[in-house]
């Protein structure tokens, strides 16, 4: 589906709600990936709110913390009009996937197995124009610079882009949201046991995410095979 209603002129002051709802009108068919991290669930609120009634994607690697599953279930029984699709569905370590200690010699190849390739592949049977998804710029230095809007293969919008913790922080506790309660222990960004550990005062917020291993991206955003 090609986008044809005009591009607003966004700026930093934009309400998501604005840039959610422009993403409705001319993107009707997105879908919204997501891990349920604070910003995920920030999103799924606003996104609601916004009129959005389509589908939210989870790729279960068969690593997530069990507090980041029962985040889902929690949030698929709060917003009942939502579509929760979670891929590979029951992964779990011994599943033959990947060498169990891939994670620990290769993160990237783990990765590009267990997340990125479900995603891909069901990205590319719905075919959807734009994803909505849930980065902001403080989040990681290599997240510092990203729009609203990023042209691509498909567009993907970015609609907390200019949201701080702080605010996300505050919105969540107003809304009484089910956020992931790893997050209040020091966990600012959750991916799986193996390669997660909490965040240390003075870091970005994803610092904790594969820790000492040369990596700040699971392949989703950024890298040959992003979105």
């Given at each position: 589906m090609?986008?044809?209603s005009p591009r607003p002129d966004f700026t930093p002051d934009s309400d998501p709600l604005d840039v959610i709802r422009w993403t409705l009108e001319t993107h009707p068919d997105a879908l919204m990936p997501?891990?349920?991290?604070?910003?995920?669930?920030?999103?799924?609120?606003l996104a609601v709110k916004a009129g959005y009634r389509g589908e939210v994607v989870f790729v279960d690697?068969?690593?997530?913390?069990?507090?980041?599953?029962a985040t889902r279930d929690r949030l698929a029984a709060r917003y009942p009009e939502l579509t929760f699709v979670t891929l590979n569905d029951g992964a779990s370590p011994e599943d033959g996937q990947t060498d169990p200690a891939l994670y620990s010699s290769d993160p990237d190849a783990c990765c590009a197995v267990r997340?990125?390739?479900?995603?891909?592949?069901?990205?590319?049977?719905?075919?959807?124009?734009a994803l909505l998804n849930a980065r902001s710029r403080d989040q990681a230095s290599t997240r510092a610079d990203i729009p609203f809007i990023e042209d691509g293969a498909r567009v993907k919008v970015n609609p907390l882009a200019h949201w701080t913790r702080e605010r996300l922080e505050t919105y969540a506790r107003e809304q009484d949201l089910p956020v992931n309660p790893l997050y209040w222990d020091g966990f600012l960004s959750v991916g799986c046991w193996t390669c997660t550990r909490a965040v240390r005062p003075g870091e970005d917020a994803r610092a904790g995410r594969w820790a000492g291993k040369g990596k700040t991206e699971c392949g989703l955003w950024a890298g040959d095979g992003k979105l």
């Open positions: 090609t986008a044809t997501s891990a349920f991290n604070l910003n995920g669930v920030v999103l799924l609120d690697t068969g690593y997530h913390f069990p507090e980041t599953l997340k990125v390739a479900p995603l891909q592949a069901y990205l590319r049977g719905r075919a959807p124009s």
